[in-house]
C-alpha cells in the first residue's frame, strides 16, 4: 500500500493503490490543511530492488544418448502389528448414577406446590386478581368464573 507523508508537518497516509498516479495527485492534509501533489513513496519494507541481469539458459541434456535407468524394486509394504486377545480381567462399565436425584425431585415438587396454589388463588380469590389486574375480568368471564 503506496504512503504519503505532507511536507508541511510530516503526517504520514496511507493510500489504497491506484489512488494517485505516476504523475501525482493534489491533496489537502487532515492534520494541518496544507495542500501539495502528492506522489506515492515505496511503503515500509519495499526498497527499491536492483535490477539483475537475466539468467542463462538452462541446460538441456539429450536424453537419446543416455541409457534408460534401472527398474526400481518396490519394497513389499509392512506387515500389520498382530491382533492383541480381549483383555477378560477389566471391570464391566456401569452407567453412571444420575446426579440430584432427591434434590430434583424436591425441586418439581415445590414448583408444582407452587402453581396449584397459584391457580386455586385465581379461582379462590377472583376480586383481588381483578383489581391487582384489571385485563383478566376478561378471562374470568370467558372461562364463566366471572364475580
Known amino acids: 500500500m503506496p504512503r504519503i507523508a505532507c511536507p508541511s508537518c510530516g503526517a504520514r497516509y496511507d493510500v489504497a493503490a491506484g489512488v494517485i498516479g505516476a504523475a ?20 515500509e519494507g519495499e526498497a527499491l530492488l536492483p535490477q539483475w541481469p537475466e539468467p542463462p539458459p538452462p541446460k ?3 536424453l537419446d544418448d543416455e541409457p534408460p535407468p534401472p527398474p ?8 500389520p502389528p498382530p491382533a492383541l486377545p ?44 381483578i383489581d391487582a389486574w384489571p ?6 368471564t370467558m372461562l364463566g368464573l366471572a364475580p
Open 86 to 129: 480381549p483383555v477378560e480381567d477389566e471391570p464391566e462399565m456401569r452407567p453412571r448414577a444420575r446426579r440430584g436425584g432427591a434434590g430434583a425431585a424436591i425441586a418439581w415438587v415445590v414448583t408444582l406446590v407452587l402453581i396449584a396454589g397459584a391457580g386455586y388463588g385465581a379461582v379462590r380469590y377472583p376480586h383481588a386478581v
Open 60 to 62: 538441456v541434456r539429450n
Open 72 to 79: 526400481r524394486r518396490r519394497e513389499a509394504p509392512p506387515a
Open 24 to 43: 501525482g495527485k493534489n491533496v489537502r492534509c487532515a492534520r494541518c490543511g496544507t495542500v501539495w501533489l502528492a506522489r506515492p513513496e515505496p511503503a
Open 135 to 140: 385485563a383478566s375480568a376478561r378471562l374470568y
